[in-house]
Structure formats: structure tokens, C-alpha cells
């Protein structure tokens, strides 16, 4: 392993050997080939003779455009940080797919000193010379539409994404083009594990990005698959060949996890209720319960602040954890924490949220959906377990987690009828990953590649001229109010919501000049009901259901109370919550409950509703207490993510037509209209914990 480590230029390998005294050396080749290692070093990282060759030409490179292309853990964030350091840019954006990494990232800047000013708002920005951004897509347009201010250099975290045609990709595409209109010279550097072509990426026919990339990966996978047979069998992708492993007859599922014994474990599961009646059904299996005070005081820190009735708490004492999209980011990010720093905790339940959180210590990695899983997302998954820091520790010898064990389990429950994972396996033998693009914003986007039928192709085609046709009117001039109005309809990304733009900024124009001759009741009126009044009421184009709801005053009701609870400490919100689903449980009107499709068990035929054969209702009645809890958590997750992503952006363009003020915006966006809270908010903390510093006399420290 050492010969082959130096020969191949695989010097972190090399370097472990001769740390860990693993072998002699009795010779002064061997001596000074071992001295040799020292040039590859960068800070307390051995780089492989490939990656320190490519960091070195993007360093020096020259080229506005930069791709680097590299498996997960490859230093990424190292690169972002040696260009910062090199050079004299001013204005520095990094952009990252989720808030989740915003605090990453800026952990990871923070600590390294620089002298620019942190920010992660556009509003902490004070025309700064020089400062690093930290900021999602959104928030970074937000920064742009102040005049004169624009990124000398832009990193964007998981370039791959520009690839989708989703509105928060369309974003990106849009931050990238705005920019530079600003800044003709802007120098962008793309980082992303999945990137095949990086002229797939480009926006402007003239468009040229030089592609880095490293084409070998320290570490190599071993597949297995368990079948429904109750068997296990083991993939050889160089061979393209199954082996029955002959050790294991007819076990559950439960059991073949269990009797891998691995230390810290991420079982992959899609849907967020699966993952739940999962981990009941394996906590069930395992007799044991851990008995330490870590866990006790993690326990006492849920109860005490989530709810005495949180599935998790069962959970914990047995290993277990879960986190996934419906569930409060501020629990989420916590568990994940925690999983990080307790060892005794060795399962982690999850679904692809766990891409956008912090890196995590696992070490084996269970799939047991594979429905919809595409091969970037399955290569991503497997690129997370035994990251390189984790297996090149000074202080121990981990050289046998370059061969990351990676299980495929079968069953119907959580997976499909009939489940067979091999083809899915099969796709692994390659490392060819060919750039799905799917934005219709890219240069390199050809409809007739998407491998559509006629007729979706059909839809496809409006859908794209509606997305193209919202970009031209960004970057156009405008002249009239209604030119105006619809720019900052479009730039706010109010038109995904209706049918036929035009027609309803003509609609939305009309109902401010009543507004603004006070012809209707405005002032007096709540921000919900003033979203109904201007956006709502009488339009009949609106496409999304759920902005469609806001018609009925039963919906502006709940809303309404919904903004107050939010304010409160989250364990009040969960019990006013289940209240809620309390008075209503055996209302035949009300209690079949809308809850959308991550956990939906029901149909129900309504109006509004126009898939009504999709199971996207539950049934209160049927439900006992602590699964109204849970379902309460879920619930203020999910009116969490309507609010900010949906109903903000209405808040966002009565702004910008000033038709409100911005008290009543910060009032709605962040709960607050106290200027020093809005600046510890812009900081990063959350308004429940800024309440906490506030109730315990600490906010004048």
C-alpha cells in the first residue's frame, strides 16, 4: 500500500504508513522520499500529488471563469480560502445552496482571521470596501438591487444545481447574469462533486469556464446488496458482478443493520413519515439502552424545550436519531450537532436534507429507498461517509475507512412492491455522470435531450417561454408603471403563483390606485388580510393551492394566530398547535386535515384542490395524542416554509411598491421591529434565543 500510495501520488495514504510506524524503513531512499511528502503539505493537509497539481493551476490561473471538480471532502472550502488569501478582491460573495451551510461556511471564514467585515444579510452591509458575503441565492440578489453594489469574485457551493430548472436555480442563474451586467470583469469560480462539462454551466454564448478537475477518488466503495430473498450479495463494479455471500438467511431488515457493526451508521430514507415508523420499528428491535449522562441531559434539553411526547426522545437512549425537511430547522441543526458530538449516538435517520447540513462522522451508510434516487444524488449520498478528515487522523489509524461500506436493503415498506435495488447498483460502475440540463436559461439546454413525451413536452415548451420571457423583462429597460410594477412582481417571483402575468399586474395596479386614493380600508388592516385584499380576493388565476386557501377568512384566521404563536418559544408554539388539532379532531367539517404529501394517508375531493387523487390529507379523529404532537411539529415546519418562502414574497414586493411600511415588513419577516434585535438576527441568532438573552437580563452584555 505504501509502494503503490508514493507511485500513484496518493501521499496522504503514504503519509498515515509512516505516522502510525506501520512499516520499517531502514534505508535513505525511503528517508528522503518520506521528506518529500513535506512539499505536498498544506496547513495540517497532505494533499495526493493530483489534487496539490490542480489547486496549484487555479491558484495561478489567470481565467475569470473557473470550475473545480472534485469528489466531496476534496478541499473545496480550501480553495475558497487560499484565493481569498492570495488576492486583493474587495467584494466577495460565496454563495451555498441552504442557510444550513450559511453557518457552516461562515465558522469556517471566521476562524481564519481575515480582515474583511462577515456578512450574512444584505442589510449588514454598510458600503463596506471590502467585506466576504455569506448568502443563498436570495439573499445575494437582495444586495444587488442596491445601486452601485455588485461581487468582485463569486463562489458558488454546489454548482451542479445551476443544472435544474427550479425557481431557486433560476435565482442563481440570475444572480450570475445580474452581476455581471454590474461587473463585466467579475471572476466566478464554480465548486461542485457532479459537474461532467462545465460549458453546460454557461449563460452567455461568449462564455468560457476552464474546467479543473480530479479524476481520482482516495476512496473506493464496497456495495452490498440484501435482497427481499434474504439474501446478501456483494457488487464488484470493475466486473460488473453480484457475489452471494452466503452468510445470512431470511433476518429482517433490522436485524442486517444491527448485525453491522459500525460506529456512527446513515440509514437513507426519502419520505419524512417512513423515516419516523422507522425508527419506531427499529428502536423496538434493540434491548439495550444506553445509560450515560450525555444522553440523559440531551433528553431533558428535548423535553424541555420541544415536548415531553417527541417521537426522538424514545429514540435516543436506544442510538437513534432522525432529522428531515419537515422538521423546525433549529431541532434539526441541533440533533445534527449532537449526532457530531456524542459518540454513543450511532444511527442517524435521514432523507437528502442531510446533503445541506454540517458534515457528519459516518462511517457506513444503509439505502433503503432508491425510488427517484438519481446517480449524482446516489454518488453524493455515498461521498458523505468517511470523509478524508475522518480517515486521515494523526492520532489513530483509520487507512480502512477508504473502503466506505455501503449497504443496499430491500423491502416493500420503504421502498416499493417487489423491491430490487441491483440495476440501481449497476449504475455505480461508471463514474460517468452526464450533465442533466434541465434550465432553460443555459446556453447548452436542448428540450429534445430531456427524453420527454409529446405532450409533456408540450407543457415543457410553455413553461420555458414563460421563464425566459421573466428573465428578458429583468434585464429591460422599463418605462411605464405597469413596466415597472411588473418587474418587481417578477424579481419578488410572484408570477410562479398565476396564470397569465399580464392580466394580473393590470389586476394588482388596479387595486393599489384604490388603495392609494383610500377607496378601500387599508390602513387598519392586518398584513395577512392586506395580502388577501391586494393578491387574493378576486382573482381567479391563481394556480397554487396554497395561496388559493387564503380566500377563506377560516385560513386568514389561522394565519393570523399562526404569526402571533411563532413569536413564542417553540415548545408553546407545539402546544398551541395541538390545541388547534384538538378542537378540531371531531369536527366532521374541519378534522380531514390538509397536510400535503409527505404525510398525507388520505384523499379528499375539494374545489381548489385539482389533484384530488393524490393522498395529501390525514384523518384527526384516528390520531392519539402524541401523534397530534408530532404532527403539531411538523405542521409549524411546514407553515414555517410557507411563510418564509411564499407569503414573504408578497411582503417582499409591498415594499418595494411601498404600500407598506418596513415595520410592518420586519414585524412579518422576522418577528421583531426592535432595532437591536434585528441586528443580533442579522447576526445569526434566532429570535427565541435573542427572547432567552432578554428574559435573562443578558442582551445589555
Given at each position: 500500500l505504501y509502494d503503490f500510495s508514493i507511485n500513484f501520488g496518493y501521499y496522504p495514504i503514504a503519509n498515515v504508513i509512516i505516522q502510525q510506524n506501520l512499516i520499517e524503513f531502514n534505508n535513505i531512499s525511503s528517508y528522503l522520499t518520506n521528506r518529500q511528502l513535506c512539499n505536498y503539505q498544506k496547513g495540517n493537509i497532505i494533499n495526493t500529488f493530483e489534487q496539490f497539481k490542480v489547486e496549484e493551476e487555479i491558484l495561478n490561473s489567470e481565467d475569470n471563469e473557473i470550475s473545480f471538480i472534485a469528489p466531496t471532502s476534496y478541499g473545496k472550502s480550501s480553495i475558497i480560502t487560499q484565493i481569498i488569501a492570495r488576492s486583493n478582491y474587495k467584494k466577495i460573495g460565496i454563495i451555498v445552496p441552504t442557510k444550513s451551510l450559511i453557518n457552516q461556511t461562515y465558522r469556517t471564514i471566521k476562524n481564519l482571521n481575515f480582515n474583511y467585515k462577515i456578512i450574512m444579510y444584505d442589510d449588514m452591509y454598510n458600503n463596506?470596501?471590502?467585506?466576504?458575503?455569506?448568502?443563498?441565492?436570495?439573499?445575494?440578489?437582495?444586495?444587488?438591487?442596491?445601486?452601485?453594489?455588485?461581487?468582485?469574485?463569486?463562489?458558488?457551493?454546489?454548482?451542479?444545481?445551476?443544472?435544474?430548472?427550479?425557481?431557486?436555480?433560476?435565482?442563481?442563474?440570475?444572480?450570475?447574469?445580474?452581476?455581471?451586467?454590474k461587473n463585466i470583469n467579475q471572476k466566478v469560480i464554480y465548486l461542485s462533486p457532479l459537474i461532467e462539462n462545465s460549458k453546460n454551466l454557461s449563460i452567455e454564448k461568449d462564455q468560457i469556464i476552464s474546467q479543473y478537475k480530479i479524476e481520482n477518488n482516495l476512496k473506493e466503495p464496497e456495495i452490498y446488496e440484501?435482497?427481499?430473498?434474504?439474501?446478501?450479495?456483494?457488487?464488484?463494479?470493475?466486473?460488473?458482478?453480484?457475489?452471494?455471500?452466503?452468510?445470512?438467511?431470511?433476518?429482517?431488515?433490522?436485524d442486517y443493520i444491527l448485525s453491522k457493526n459500525h460506529t456512527k451508521s446513515f440509514i437513507f430514507i426519502k419520505r419524512p413519515k417512513l423515516i419516523e415508523d422507522f425508527c419506531k420499528e427499529f428502536s423496538s428491535k434493540i434491548e439495550h439502552r444506553i445509560d450515560n449522562e450525555e444522553i440523559y441531559n440531551l433528553i431533558d434539553t428535548l423535553k424541555k424545550y420541544v415536548h415531553k411526547d417527541f417521537y426522538l426522545i424514545d429514540l435516543i437512549e436506544k442510538g437513534i436519531v432522525y432529522i428531515h425537511g419537515k422538521m423546525p430547522d433549529i431541532i434539526k441543526e441541533y440533533i445534527e450537532?449532537?449526532?457530531?458530538?456524542?459518540?454513543?449516538?450511532?444511527?442517524?435517520?435521514?432523507?437528502?436534507?442531510?446533503?445541506?447540513?454540517?458534515?457528519?462522522?459516518?462511517?457506513?451508510?444503509?439505502?433503503?429507498?432508491?425510488?427517484?434516487?438519481?446517480?449524482?444524488?446516489?454518488?453524493?449520498?455515498?461521498?458523505?461517509?468517511?470523509?478524508?478528515?475522518?480517515?486521515?487522523?494523526?492520532?489513530?489509524?483509520?487507512?480502512?475507512?477508504?473502503?466506505?461500506?455501503?449497504?443496499?436493503?430491500?423491502?416493500?415498506?420503504?421502498?416499493?412492491?417487489?423491491?430490487?435495488?441491483?440495476?440501481?447498483?449497476?449504475?455505480?460502475?461508471?463514474?460517468y455522470v452526464e450533465d442533466k440540463i434541465q434550465n432553460p436559461i443555459l446556453t447548452e439546454y436542448d428540450i429534445n435531450k430531456l427524453g420527454l413525451k409529446n405532450s409533456d413536452k408540450e407543457k415543457r415548451k410553455k413553461k420555458d417561454i414563460k421563464i425566459l420571457q421573466n428573465e428578458k423583462v429583468l434585464f429591460s429597460p422599463m418605462d411605464s408603471e405597469f413596466e415597472k410594477v411588473k418587474y418587481k412582481f417578477i424579481e419578488s417571483g410572484l408570477y410562479e403563483f398565476y396564470d397569465n402575468i399580464d392580466d394580473t399586474v393590470q389586476k394588482i395596479i388596479e387595486n393599489i390606485n384604490l388603495i392609494?386614493?383610500?377607496?378601500?380600508?387599508?390602513?387598519?388592516?392586518?398584513?395577512?388580510?392586506?395580502?388577501?385584499?391586494?393578491?387574493?380576493?378576486?382573482?381567479?388565476?391563481?394556480?397554487?393551492?396554497?395561496?388559493?386557501?387564503?380566500?377563506?377568512?377560516?385560513?386568514?384566521?389561522?394565519?393570523?394566530?399562526?404569526?402571533?404563536?411563532?413569536?413564542?418559544?417553540?415548545?408553546?408554539?407545539?402546544?398551541?398547535?395541538?390545541?388547534?388539532?384538538?378542537?378540531?379532531?371531531?369536527?366532521?367539517?374541519?378534522?380531514?386535515?390538509?397536510?400535503?404529501?409527505?404525510?398525507?394517508?388520505?384523499?379528499?375531493?375539494?374545489?381548489?384542490?385539482?389533484?384530488?387523487?393524490?393522498?395529501?390529507?390525514?384523518?384527526?379523529?384516528?390520531?392519539?395524542?402524541?401523534?397530534?404532537?408530532?404532527?403539531?411539529?411538523?405542521?409549524i415546519k411546514m407553515e414555517n416554509d410557507f411563510l418564509n418562502y411564499k407569503l414573504s414574497k408578497f411582503l417582499?414586493?409591498?415594499?418595494?411598491?411601498?404600500?407598506?411600511?418596513?415595520?410592518?415588513?420586519?414585524?412579518?419577516?422576522?418577528?421583531?421591529?426592535?432595532?437591536?434585535?434585528?441586528?443580533?438576527?442579522?447576526?445569526?441568532?434566532?429570535?427565541?434565543?435573542?427572547?432567552?438573552?432578554?428574559?435573562?437580563?443578558?442582551?445589555?452584555?
Amino acid at each position: 500500500l505504501y509502494d503503490f500510495s508514493i507511485n500513484f501520488g496518493y501521499y496522504p495514504i503514504a503519509n498515515v504508513i509512516i505516522q502510525q510506524n506501520l512499516i520499517e524503513f531502514n534505508n535513505i531512499s525511503s528517508y528522503l522520499t518520506n521528506r518529500q511528502l513535506c512539499n505536498y503539505q498544506k496547513g495540517n493537509i497532505i494533499n495526493t500529488f493530483e489534487q496539490f497539481k490542480v489547486e496549484e493551476e487555479i491558484l495561478n490561473s489567470e481565467d475569470n471563469e473557473i470550475s473545480f471538480i472534485a469528489p466531496t471532502s476534496y478541499g473545496k472550502s480550501s480553495i475558497i480560502t487560499q484565493i481569498i488569501a492570495r488576492s486583493n478582491y474587495k467584494k466577495i460573495g460565496i454563495i451555498v445552496p441552504t442557510k444550513s451551510l450559511i453557518n457552516q461556511t461562515y465558522r469556517t471564514i471566521k476562524n481564519l482571521n481575515f480582515n474583511y467585515k462577515i456578512i450574512m444579510y444584505d442589510d449588514m452591509y454598510n458600503n463596506e470596501e471590502q467585506f466576504i458575503g455569506i448568502f443563498t441565492q436570495e439573499r445575494a440578489l437582495k444586495l444587488l438591487e442596491r445601486p452601485d453594489t455588485y461581487f468582485d469574485i463569486l463562489f458558488i457551493d454546489e454548482a451542479h444545481n445551476i443544472l435544474e430548472d427550479d425557481y431557486r436555480n433560476i435565482l442563481l442563474t440570475r444572480l450570475l447574469k445580474k452581476n455581471r451586467v454590474k461587473n463585466i470583469n467579475q471572476k466566478v469560480i464554480y465548486l461542485s462533486p457532479l459537474i461532467e462539462n462545465s460549458k453546460n454551466l454557461s449563460i452567455e454564448k461568449d462564455q468560457i469556464i476552464s474546467q479543473y478537475k480530479i479524476e481520482n477518488n482516495l476512496k473506493e466503495p464496497e456495495i452490498y446488496e440484501y435482497r427481499l430473498s434474504g439474501e446478501e450479495y456483494k457488487y464488484n463494479r470493475y466486473l460488473n458482478q453480484f457475489y452471494n455471500m452466503n452468510n445470512i438467511r431470511n433476518q429482517s431488515i433490522f436485524d442486517y443493520i444491527l448485525s453491522k457493526n459500525h460506529t456512527k451508521s446513515f440509514i437513507f430514507i426519502k419520505r419524512p413519515k417512513l423515516i419516523e415508523d422507522f425508527c419506531k420499528e427499529f428502536s423496538s428491535k434493540i434491548e439495550h439502552r444506553i445509560d450515560n449522562e450525555e444522553i440523559y441531559n440531551l433528553i431533558d434539553t428535548l423535553k424541555k424545550y420541544v415536548h415531553k411526547d417527541f417521537y426522538l426522545i424514545d429514540l435516543i437512549e436506544k442510538g437513534i436519531v432522525y432529522i428531515h425537511g419537515k422538521m423546525p430547522d433549529i431541532i434539526k441543526e441541533y440533533i445534527e450537532y449532537k449526532y457530531k458530538n456524542i459518540s454513543s449516538i450511532r444511527y442517524i435517520v435521514a432523507n437528502h436534507v442531510i446533503l445541506e447540513g454540517i458534515n457528519l462522522p459516518l462511517d457506513s451508510l444503509f439505502i433503503l429507498s432508491t425510488n427517484g434516487l438519481e446517480k449524482k444524488s446516489l454518488i453524493n449520498l455515498i461521498g458523505r461517509v468517511n470523509r478524508l478528515n475522518d480517515i486521515f487522523d494523526r492520532e489513530r489509524n483509520n487507512l480502512y475507512k477508504l473502503v466506505p461500506q455501503i449497504y443496499f436493503v430491500n423491502s416493500e415498506k420503504y421502498n416499493r412492491n417487489n423491491s430490487n435495488m441491483t440495476n440501481k447498483i449497476i449504475q455505480l460502475r461508471s463514474n460517468y455522470v452526464e450533465d442533466k440540463i434541465q434550465n432553460p436559461i443555459l446556453t447548452e439546454y436542448d428540450i429534445n435531450k430531456l427524453g420527454l413525451k409529446n405532450s409533456d413536452k408540450e407543457k415543457r415548451k410553455k413553461k420555458d417561454i414563460k421563464i425566459l420571457q421573466n428573465e428578458k423583462v429583468l434585464f429591460s429597460p422599463m418605462d411605464s408603471e405597469f413596466e415597472k410594477v411588473k418587474y418587481k412582481f417578477i424579481e419578488s417571483g410572484l408570477y410562479e403563483f398565476y396564470d397569465n402575468i399580464d392580466d394580473t399586474v393590470q389586476k394588482i395596479i388596479e387595486n393599489i390606485n384604490l388603495i392609494k386614493l383610500a377607496k378601500v380600508d387599508w390602513k387598519n388592516k392586518d398584513i395577512i388580510e392586506k395580502i388577501q385584499q391586494l393578491f387574493i380576493s378576486d382573482f381567479e388565476n391563481i394556480k397554487d393551492y396554497e395561496i388559493k386557501r387564503l380566500k377563506e377568512e377560516e385560513t386568514i384566521k389561522y394565519y393570523k394566530l399562526f404569526l402571533i404563536e411563532n413569536k413564542k418559544p417553540l415548545k408553546e408554539h407545539i402546544s398551541s398547535q395541538f390545541k388547534y388539532f384538538k378542537s378540531i379532531q371531531f369536527n366532521t367539517q374541519k378534522n380531514k386535515f390538509y397536510i400535503g404529501s409527505s404525510y398525507g394517508e388520505i384523499t379528499k375531493q375539494t374545489e381548489d384542490y385539482q389533484e384530488s387523487h393524490q393522498k395529501v390529507y390525514i384523518d384527526l379523529a384516528n390520531k392519539d395524542d402524541k401523534t397530534l404532537v408530532n404532527l403539531s411539529i411538523v405542521k409549524i415546519k411546514m407553515e414555517n416554509d410557507f411563510l418564509n418562502y411564499k407569503l414573504s414574497k408578497f411582503l417582499d414586493f409591498m415594499l418595494k411598491i411601498e404600500i407598506i411600511t418596513e415595520e410592518e415588513y420586519n414585524n412579518f419577516i422576522y418577528g421583531t421591529n426592535d432595532i437591536k434585535k434585528l441586528m443580533l438576527l442579522k447576526k445569526g441568532l434566532s429570535l427565541n434565543v435573542i427572547n432567552k438573552l432578554e428574559s435573562d437580563q443578558q442582551l445589555q452584555n
